[in-house]
């Protein structure tokens, strides 16, 4: 199975801020890697697919980019609705898996 | 709009089975892949299970192979997960959730359910 990791496991930053979170794969999955944003008690919500595509409705300042094994979810200027918690997905195999996350809450 | 509501949770004991269905609306249900993902409460998530479109293909976490069963009823819009024999490990809320692109199976999961608590106690 493929096992995804991601880094840091938490982070703390104001509004306004530049947020970066990686994401590493233990193995090549080109570009079939998504972020999702889940908030407390509320189902996840796709950001991002195939590593840089923003999903309709998403707003402009959320961003990836990658590929092969390493990838990264840019934030560029935190808001006050952006502190949840972030997963990247893959679905390169049949057998999918998520990152065990990162919780973004305000310093 | 797109809805998918999940419903069949509750608490059930070890070794006993529970069918979690999940109704789609909003949407030509027969041309989407859809998964089971679950969250154990505070934890992260796990994918669970993955069909195809048409159900030719099914695809099981390793920690559910042998015990859970994820089927469809295009004619109902209606997606399904039998669980059986299930373990105080299983405890979460389980989400459905639609691939993205239509007739494709590995795909990002673009809407999901709000989830339904399976609580496995004796």
């Known amino acids: 199975d493929i096992q995804m990791t991601q880094s840091p496991s938490s982070l703390s930053a104001s509004v306004g801020d530049r947020v970066t979170i990686t994401c590493r794969a233990s193995q090549t999955i080109n570009n079939y890697l998504n972020w999702y944003q889940q908030k407390p008690g509320k189902a996840p919500k796709l950001l991002i697919y195939?590593?840089?595509s923003l999903q309709s409705g998403v707003p402009s300042r959320f961003s990836g980019s990658g590929s092969g094994t390493d990838f990264t979810l840019t934030i560029s200027s935190l808001q006050p609705e952006d502190f949840a918690t972030y997963y990247c997905?893959?679905?390169?195999?049949?057998?999918?898996?998520f990152g065990p996350g990162t919780k973004v809450d305000v310093k | 709009q797109v809805q998918l509501v999940e419903s069949g949770g509750g608490v059930v004991q070890p070794g006993r089975s529970l069918r979690l269905p999940c109704a789609a609306s909003?949407?030509?249900?027969?041309?989407?892949?859809m998964n089971w993902v679950r969250q154990a409460p505070g934890k992260g998530l796990e994918w669970v299970a993955i069909i195809s479109h048409d159900g030719s293909n099914e695809y099981y976490a390793d920690s559910v192979k042998g015990r859970f069963t994820i089927s469809r009823d295009n004619s109902q819009n209606t997606l399904y997960l039998q669980m059986n024999s299930l373990r105080h490990e299983d405890t979460a809320v389980y989400f459905c959730?639609?691939?993205?692109?239509?007739?494709?199976?590995?795909?990002?999961?673009?809407?999901w359910g709000q989830g339904t608590l399976v609580t496995v106690s004796s």
């Open positions: 997905q893959q679905s390169y195999s049949s057998l999918f898996t």
């Open positions: 959730a639609r691939g993205l692109h239509q007739l494709l199976l590995y795909q990002p999961l673009d809407y």
């Open positions: 909003g949407f030509t249900f027969s041309r989407h892949a």
């Open positions: 195939a590593a840089s």
